[in-house]
């Protein structure tokens, strides 16, 4: 697992955490049932409050992505396929929004995105 | 407790060396006079309880103590415990060295076991027992300032008021038998010193020499019991 | 989660100054900050915490028991390091720690022994011939070796070169890993608290200005920035200690989200540090919106 946190973000470091941690479970970097480093442990680690780590964690259990068990420990929630393919598709959508407005205010049709889309998918093949 | 008055020992034990390295060396010169030989321990004792006293309230000791898992009474009592022993450790010391002045240099002194005695050692340990508990209080109140000032100024009253005292005593008991004064015993006379322990023996063994030590030893209890009072009292609400 | 320590409207009347109301808990496993300027009354709390002083009214509870009650046992399990090291200046570090460690019924030789290695101690020196740092090192050692669950530390830090006081703060997390220990040193170097401190208590001139969590403050409180005209409108009641120059202004709010509402885009808001907040809050008209 791999967390680095980023003081001059905007970000609050709760959320940094969230964020690196959710996306490496979407990538795949972090495998279901993997156990977490306890929150203690982290914020030892990082230097920084438990409160902050704790808050972190309380919110990936939130939103499915890890289970607390008591006396045990974190681990990455077995997560099934379909979530785990709606978030990732979730990821591909807010990027292809970004693209979308991009395009608009430079007056770039469907079209032309298209075919751009086709190029590039050419290209990675 | 115990641990806590073996502190003071333990911290100074070097001071307390050169202190009775000095007074050793001074001794002699005391000698010729039997009986202010006698007094010099009031002196010693007390400049050897000023040292840790003295030390441990000026740089403020009392804080880590009071931090520590021991009561302030605790404290308080164990100061009292080192302060006699250290003076009675004083004390002891000087006679010794006295006797043995007199014994294997016999040309130097005067002959100390006049004035010495039960009794004569009694009323050593009275006054030392009253400076004691009029010092240790005076001093938790009023803080540093007064640690060597007001140690000087206590034992010079007492020794002056003891000196005093006894010579008042003395010549308004001239008629008891064995009492030696120089002169006619008026009360200049008396004030010589000469033989004032030897004196003070006799009259204490002309009113009854068990009912004397009694009322002696009675005082110092009770002396002690409201010193330790008064100072566990003054501590306790001490602000360090 | 259970207190370790509890404050309630303590108060301390001197001739010059009062600790007025002050209240706050820490729990157990966790660390708090108590910052403020100088003279604001952190050591006043700590030297009532440890009953050096007394106070005027209100209660302090230890291990969920009041401090005085039970005095001998909860000083037996406070580990306290002062601004001003108590120890015997000619006596050498083992002297000194000879004469306390008797004290304490659990006291851990061993342990105290891997500390001085460890912050690189000689025991054989006289206590007067160290450094401050050395000095502060060897009141943590002494401190952490006998199973202390609260250590009670006054700037422990100022005086430290920056590295070991990095050294420091990682050593106090280690120290609360366990959930059974909690930390409270007050400080007036804020930085040392932004990254590890769980919980900051803020006192100014005796009153506890707030006390929260670390993470809540520094979303709360902002430093916002904007033209002065604005310092014109009824919503600028809300700032604190304004600072005003040739080309703006800047002050601090305790709510940001309210700043937001009130001046959307005509100000920048940024994310406070612990010492932008204790310097607007300690600066002219920081005092009276508090």
Known sequence: MRIIISNSSEDPIYEQIIKQIKNQIINGELTE????????????????????????????????????????????????????????????????????SEARMLDIGVKDLKEMLNILYGEEE | ?????????????????????????????????????????????????????????????????????????????????????????????????????????????????????????????????????????????????????????????????????????????????????????????????????????KIMEYYGRGISIFIIILVMIIAIIISISISIKIFRGKEL | MENILEINSLRKEYDNFTLNDVSFKLPYGYIMGLIGPNGAGKTTIIKLIMNLIRKKSGDIKVFGTDNIENEIDIKSRIGFVYDIPPFYD?????????????????????????????????????????????????????ALSHNAELILLDEPTSGLDPVFRRELLDLFSGIIQDEKKSILFSTHITSDLERIADFVTFIKEGQIVFTDEKDSVLESWGVVKGGKELLEKEEASMFKGIKKHEYGFEALVSDVSQARKSFSTSVTIEKPTLEDIMFFMTSKNGGEDA
């Not at chain 2, 009986?35 to 010693?44: A, Q, S």
């Not at chain 2, 000026?58 to 009561?71: M, V």
């Not at chain 3, 720690?97 to 022994?113: N, S």
């Open chain 1, 33 to 100: 049932q993997e156990s977490l480093p306890s929150i203690r442990k982290l914020a030892g680690e990082l230097g920084i409050s438990v409160i902050t780590t704790k808050r972190a964690y309380e919110e990936l259990e939130r939103e499915g992505f890890i289970d607390t068990v008591g006396g045990k420990g974190s681990f990455v929630a077995s997560q099934n396929k379909e979530f785990l393919r709606e978030k990732k598709m979730k990821v591909v959508e807010e990027k292809l929004t970004e693209a979308v």
């Open chain 3, 90 to 142: 000619h006596l050498t570090l083992n002297q000194n720690k000879a004469i306390t460690a008797q004290f304490y019924r659990e006291w851990d030789q061993d342990l105290f022994l891997r500390y001085v290695n460890d912050f690189d101690l000689d025991i054989k020196a006289k206590f007067k011939t160290l450094s401050r740092g050395m000095k502060m090192k060897f009141q943590l050692a002494m």
């Open chain 2, 1 to 201: 407790m115990l641990k806590l008055s073996i502190k003071d020992i333990r911290i100074y034990w070097f001071t307390y060396v050169v202190n009775f390295l000095f007074w050793t060396i001074m001794a002699p010169a005391a000698i010729q006079n039997p009986d202010i030989y006698m007094m010099l321990p009031i002196g010693f004792g007390l400049l050897i309880i000023i040292i840790p006293l003295g030390n441990d309230i000026r740089d403020g000791r009392d804080i880590l103590y009071a931090s520590l898992p021991i009561k302030r009474r605790s404290i308080i009592a164990a100061r009292y415990l080192s302060s006699f022993f250290l003076a009675a450790a004083a004390s002891i010391w000087l006679i010794i060295l006295g006797l043995a002045i007199e014994r294997f240099l016999p040309g130097l002194s005067g002959k100390i076991s006049d004035s010495l005695s039960f009794e004569s050692i009694l009323i050593l340990a009275f006054i030392i027992t009253l400076i004691i508990c009029i010092y240790l209080p005076f001093v938790l109140k009023f803080g540093f300032g007064a640690v060597i000032s007001g140690g000087i100024a206590i034992t010079a009253l007492a020794i002056a008021g003891f000196w005093l005292g006894s010579s008042c005593l003395i010549s308004l008991n001239k008629g008891v038998p064995g009492i030696e004064t120089g002169g006619n015993g008026s009360l200049l006379d008396s004030l010589s010193g000469i033989g004032i322990f030897r004196n003070l023996s």
